[in-house]
């Protein structure tokens, strides 16, 4: 008997701490995506270049390969511009499954573009959306049939969900700050289904060095729940189809980067070398992103375009 509850005890604390833990990661993992640069508006509204084209951003990241359980997600990103509006519009849907625990959060963005020069700009911009979660709790196997410490159907719950953004792009400069999941101060901060406020920075360099190199500093931080995450990244294209990169994400990870673009396709590779406590557990991460740009009807004066990463 004694055993039992001493049992039950260890399933509560478990299911507890698998929850709390996923909530973290949940709110953090915008900032672990290693090829984010390349399109930044599940995290920033604001950041839609000034083009002549509808864009199409997916990435697909597998977490910790060879820890059970591990996180995977996906994040597909949509962006084009009315020049005749001033105006970029949006949509994101971004998923993530750990373990037991699975959340979606989908949100429509509009952004408005002032100019500030010949090809520089500032730009706002909201997202409003929904974040899903659910904790399977159906999947969980006790050893003992009917005990009360755990679950027997799925939790879940939907919340509304906002962002807020801006950013300022110029041909050769561009930085921009976010705050995400603005509705959290709504809610009980013990509330597992509730968002937590983040704040999101980047800034970048583009540096051409030759007709056919470029170099492309970038800088990327993440605040949430009172924990600071900073990524240091170098990419370098050639011939304006290959590129390498290198990534430092501050007590985390290395991560390696290699990719092309053929005209309005792009394809990236990330792997991530674990340097945190995930060291001894898991042989790294590993990351896709495909990327597809057409043209649109919509045409923008070629002075007036702004680049964003190797544009």
Not at 29 to 45: E, G, V
Not at 185 to 193: G, N, T, V
Not at 224 to 231: D, R, S
Not at 261 to 283: C, E, L, N, W
Request: charged residues 15%; glycine residues 8%.
């Amino acid at each position: 008997m004694k055993r039992t509850r001493i049992h039950r005890i260890y399933i509560f604390l478990l299911l507890s701490m698998s929850m709390l833990f996923t909530h973290t990661y949940a709110q953090r993992n915008s900032s672990l995506l290693s090829q984010q640069m390349f399109s930044r508006i599940n995290t920033n509204p604001a950041a839609i270049s000034i083009s002549n084209y509808v864009d199409a951003f997916l990435l697909v990241r597998k977490q910790w390969v060879g820890f059970e359980g591990s996180p995977t997600t996906q994040v597909l990103n949509l962006q084009g511009y009315l020049p005749y509006a001033h105006s970029g519009i949006g949509a994101t849907i971004s998923s993530d499954f750990f373990g037991n625990n699975y959340s979606l959060n989908a949100k429509i963005g509009y952004s408005y573009h002032v100019k500030t020069g010949k090809r520089s700009y500032f730009s706002f911009g909201l997202n409003a959306g929904i974040l899903y979660k659910n904790f399977r709790s159906s999947k969980i196997v006790a050893d003992e049939p009917g005990d009360m410490a755990i679950p027997t159907e799925n939790i879940n719950d939907i919340k509304p969900d906002f962002d807020f953004g801006v950013v300022f792009n110029s041909p050769v400069f561009s930085m921009g700050v976010s705050a995400t999941h603005l509705t959290a101060f709504l809610y009980d901060k013990q509330d597992y289904f509730a968002p937590q406020l983040g704040g999101h920075a980047f800034m970048e360099v583009r540096a051409k060095c030759t007709e056919n190199f470029t170099l492309i500093p970038n800088i990327s931080a993440i605040y949430v729940n009172k924990l600071l995450q900073a990524e240091f990244n170098l990419t370098a294209l050639f011939q304006k189809i290959w590129w390498l990169g290198a990534s430092y994400r501050l007590n985390d990870a290395i991560v390696a980067m290699v990719g092309f673009q053929v005209k309005g396709f792009r394809f990236g590779y990330a792997y991530d070398i674990p340097m945190g406590a995930m060291r001894g557990y898991t042989s790294g991460s590993h990351e896709i992103m495909l990327n597809v740009r057409i043209k649109s009807t919509n045409e923008v004066d070629q002075a007036q375009q702004t680049p964003r990463f190797f544009e």
